[in-house]
């Protein structure tokens, strides 16, 4: 959004907060992997979330389902903090099938059928408030230091390098000293203060996934996203309310839409089904699938499917149909003019189709990982370099260590 009036702000000295290796922006779940992977790594980590709770869509969005780590042909192709944070998602939980909480497939656990294993995808369903709690917990025993109700607001750069992110909080704007940033802040927040490449897209529509309670007193899970979600269910000669998630007027928008959605959609059901069912769960932040992303040096694009990337950080397939399997190599995470920001999360650089692919829970968890692990390395360094310069081979071996799948060999089969 361009403005034709502007203010000139007073300049003013700001206090810094703390001092850190890493920050990442973003309490989703490729904020998370991201945080958990650079503590791991050594580094001394600040997650910033705007919200008071982990997860985004994951949890505060209600969107439960924990999409497959395998490529649909019974082969798995997410390991490391991807598979740790979906058998997180269920660890002491019963099935309820009316709210879709779902253990992982017996026949992925050890020495599960393969056959089988082509039959059921590898994937969960989970509740959401005690998922956000173990995500804060695991956060919290890994060092993580968490910011909540703390909102990005800008950089600090001196040449290439970012110097300190700059917030505002409870505490007021501060400003927090880092080494490397994570930008998994969804809508590349921190790529556009830095000036980096930022392509913007609409195309989403009004969504919510909301619990209610029945007419028989049963509470059930509402996944209600308006048809059309995609351009190739969109019907000729429908019109479909569409949002962008870059600017604060199509955000509030959205949110409010959405919200007349769900309530239209709760009196539906209580003329169907008769009683007084009512909802007791909304989302409470806007449930945007892709808005603004990085352009990287290399941008993932639906023909990469079975490409090999030299400087590949992780693999994921593809939730909507088997067989894709993608590499997300370095270049489609890391800022181009930043030497040291690195982009998580639906933040990387993809287009099309394939960013319908990096922007769910899996391959969020793919991708933060790699960046966090990739922040951690950069941290370490003394000389004035960026994410290009990093050893790769050594890199890739410590993510193998942490068991992410990084096997070309994939793609030969």
């Not at 992925?108 to 509740?127: I, P, Q, S, V």
Request: some cysteine; glycine content about 10%.
């Amino acid at each position: 959004m361009k403005f034709k009036q502007r203010l000139q702000e007073p300049a003013r000295d700001l206090p810094v907060m703390g001092e850190h290796d890493v920050v990442v922006v973003g309490g989703g779940i490729a904020g998370v992997a991201a945080a958990l992977a650079a503590a791991r790594a050594g580094s001394k980590v600040c997650l910033l979330e705007k919200v008071c709770a982990l997860g985004g869509l994951a949890t505060v969005g209600n969107v439960i389902i924990y999409l497959p780590l395998c490529d649909g042909k019974g082969r798995q192709v997410i390991g490391g903090i991807g598979e740790e944070l979906l058998r997180l998602s269920v660890e002491g939980e019963e099935p309820v099938p009316e709210i879709r909480v779902e253990p992982v497939p017996a026949c992925w656990e050890r020495g599960g059928d393969l056959e089988e294993r082509k039959k059921h995808r590898f994937r969960t369903g989970y509740n959401p408030i005690t998922y956000l709690y173990k995500l804060e917990h695991l956060l919290l025993k890994n060092r993580v230091t968490l910011l909540y109700d703390t909102r990005f607001c800008n950089v600090i750069k001196e040449g290439r390098h970012i110097r300190a992110v700059i917030v505002e909080s409870k505490s007021g704007r501060t400003a927090l000293l880092c080494k490397a940033v994570v930008d998994a802040s969804g809508e590349a927040d921190v790529c556009v203060a830095a000036g980096e490449k930022t392509p913007s897209i609409g195309g989403n529509v009004r969504c919510g996934w909301y619990y209610y309670v029945d007419a028989r007193g049963q509470v059930r899970l509402r996944p209600l996203t308006d048809p059309g979600y995609m351009p190739n269910l969109r019907k000729p000669g429908v019109k479909y309310i569409d949002f962008r998630g870059d600017s604060a007027a199509q955000v509030t928008a959205h949110v409010l839409a959405s919200r007349e959605m769900m309530m239209a959609d709760m009196e539906a059901i209580k003329a169907k089904e008769g009683g007084n069912p009512y909802p007791i769960m909304i989302p409470t932040i806007p449930c945007f699938r892709m808005s603004r992303r990085l352009s990287g040096k290399v941008t993932l694009k639906p023909t990469d499917d079975h490409r090999w990337f030299d400087d590949c950080l992780g693999m994921t397939g593809d939730w909507r149909k088997a067989g894709p399997i993608f590499c997300l190599p370095l270049r489609s995470l890391a800022a181009v003019n930043t030497a040291n920001l690195i982009t998580a999360g639906r933040c990387m650089s993809s287009t099309g189709d394939t960013w319908d692919v990096t922007r769910v829970i899996p391959t969020c968890a793919v991708s933060g990982e790699a960046a966090g692990a990739a922040a951690a390395f950069l941290a370490r360094e003394d000389e004035d370099i960026s994410f290009f310069d990093l050893d790769i081979p050594t890199l890739q071996k410590h993510l193998r260590r942490r068991r992410v799948i990084i096997d070309k060999s994939l793609l030969a089969q």
